[in-house]
T-cell receptor
Framework: DAGVTQSPTHLIKTRGQHVTLRCSPISGHKSVSWYQQVLGQGPQFIFQYYEKEERGRGNFPDRFSARQFPNYSSELNVNALLLGDSALYLC???????????FGPGTRLTVL | GEDVEQSLFLSVREGDSSVINCTYTDSSSTYLYWYKQEPGAGLQLLTYIFSNMDMKQDQRLTVLLNKKDKHLSLRIADTQTGDSAIYFCAESPNTGGFKTIFGAGTRLFVKA
């Protein structure tokens, strides 16, 4: 079985642009979570979705939004990019809300 | 508040035991986790412990939980060079929706 996949692997944007990151969970998993990992720090929780509904939100501005599709894949959108948004964005999937999370390899976003 | 703290670096000789320590703040957390991150890779769940347990052993890994002091430790027996990585302590508070709070990570160096 394929693990969690994320696309793209790397992305370079300029300030003010917007970006869409994509995540495909492990087959059968219904929950997807998004994390931001700035270099040298631990992952910071952004969102958790379960059965297409938002079930948890971290302390991030409204420029960050996400959604989950009927096939349980997910998109993370970031508008009006700032330099400080440069980070590794990790997606994790789990069968249920509180089950073990399996992480994807991440998308490295660089904002210039 | 929610915070997970860890020491940043640990250096051990191959064959010795490594002990990585962590303190957390949210006593409502049901699950406490240890993740491993190797360079260029995503996060790998090593082990977890329920908050009603004091100890969990899994092959070379031993997790100790002191709930009174909100202190969690990970002991790696017979540390190998392949154990060199960043180790993250994390908790899942039962308040504020579903989310996982990570520490900044402890970078383990194993000298041959």
């Amino acid at each position: 079985d394929a693990g969690v996949t994320q696309s793209p692997t790397h992305l370079i944007k300029t300030r003010g642009q917007h970006v869409t990151l994509r995540c495909s969970p492990i087959s059968g998993h219904k929950s997807v979570s998004w994390y931001q990992q700035v270099l040298g720090q631990g992952p910071q929780f952004i969102f958790q979705y379960y059965e297409k509904e938002e079930r948890g939100r971290g302390n991030f501005p409204d420029r960050f939004s996400a959604r989950q599709f009927p096939n349980y894949s997910s998109e993370l959108n970031v508008n009006a990019l700032l330099l400080g948004d440069s980070a590794l964005y990790l997606c994790a999937s789990s069968w249920g809300l509180a089950d073990e999370q399996f992480f994807g390899p991440g998308t490295r976003l660089t904002v210039l | 508040g929610e915070d997970v703290e860890q020491s940043l670096f640990l250096s051990v000789r191959e064959g010795d035991s490594s002990v990585i320590n962590c303190t957390y703040t949210d006593s409502s957390s049901t699950y406490l986790y240890w993740y491993k991150q190797e360079p260029g890779a995503g996060l790998q769940l090593l082990t977890y412990i329920f908050s009603n347990m004091d100890m969990k052993q899994d092959q070379r890994l031993t997790v100790l939980l002191n709930k009174k002091d909100k202190h969690l430790s990970l002991r790696i027996a017979d540390t190998q060079t392949g154990d060199s990585a960043i180790y993250f302590c994390a908790e899942s508070p039962n308040t504020g929706g579903f989310k996982t709070i990570f520490g900044a990570g402890t970078r383990l160096f194993v000298k041959a």
